[in-house]
């Protein structure tokens, strides 16, 4: 019985350590998304903005 109890005990130790890495991996995650939609903001931004300069030189 008391083997099965530090068995459990292992286990759930394990599963706690897991679970933190993942909530680490998670947060990471989540940053670097915001760090990609920002980028794609921006370059979208200056998208439009050649776009308009763009046009300003086209022959009509």
């Not at 109890?5 to 897991?18: F, G, H, K, V």
């Amino acid at each position: 019985m008391m083997q099965a109890i530090e068995t459990i005990a292992s286990i759930s130790e394990e599963n706690n350590s897991s679970i933190e890495e993942v909530s680490a991996s998670t947060e990471i995650m989540s940053s670097q998304v915001d760090e990609v939609t920002t980028s794609a903001n921006e370059l979208s931004k200056l998208a439009k903005e050649l776009n308009n300069i763009v046009n300003k030189f086209k022959l009509t």
